[in-house]
């Protein structure tokens, strides 16, 4: 029998992230199944004081402005990512990442210095903060969301491995960051047109592994794991194929 899910449910199970703290934790969130969606602002509080000042808190704020209209400001360019990613990156304390301008990230913490001065020129390449977490001792927080829809990291590994199925495309326009507007070019490794994937085994097969703590509030499920494991676990699959992601076919 499902427990009536209640505010204060919610913060008793959140208030003993030990695990989280002094760490570099990536959080991606949803509030599909929160009882009031605007209780995100206080889990988000919640989230910062168990990373604690030592730690770091990073969250995406992924938008394709810059790739559809050749436009990206730092400060009012919104994100796809949902309400919690939104409200996160709305916060004083928080910054947002402007290079690329693509995949960016908001982040508190020790670490946002380092990160704010990252200079990639691909999305997930050398220097990205996707690339910069994978070398530290990263810890993956996914609150409602799951493997499939919350890795990121997937795409960091396609580019390491240059898979097949997607070619560098080059972008340019202006990004506006503390109100100067400045010419930038980026690529990205884009799926070429017409493939398709299927990331959903690998990723049914990680949810399945020994590396994850899941906690269960009502409908949530927060799953907390290392993203050196998931690096690993994964790598099997692209040492063994590295275009393993595609349908049987691979083309639509």
Known sequence: MTIQLTEQIIFEKLSNLTQLSGNIVYLTGSTAFLPQPELCNEIIQLFIKSVGSSGTL???????DFCDYGVFDQDNTGTY?????SNFMKLPVAQRTWCTPIHTVAVIGKYTSTIMNLRPYTC???DSVFDWMSY??????????SIFDGMAHIHWLEEQYKVSY???????????????????????FIRKKGIKLDPSLSADAF?????IDIITIGYIRIRIFR???YINFMRRYFDANKDFLLETNGIS
């Open 58 to 64: 990073i969250m995406p704020t992924f938008s394709f």
């Open 81 to 85: 990512c949902g309400y919690m990613s």
């Open 124 to 126: 997930f390449g050398s």
């Open 136 to 145: 530290q001792n990263t810890i993956i927080c996914l609150f409602g969301v």
């Open 166 to 188: 997607r070619i560098f495309k080059k972008f340019s326009g202006k990004v506006i960051k503390n109100g100067e507007e400045i010419n930038f070019n980026c690529e990205r």
């Open 207 to 211: 949810s399945m592994s020994e590396y």
């Open 227 to 229: 993203l050196v494991d």
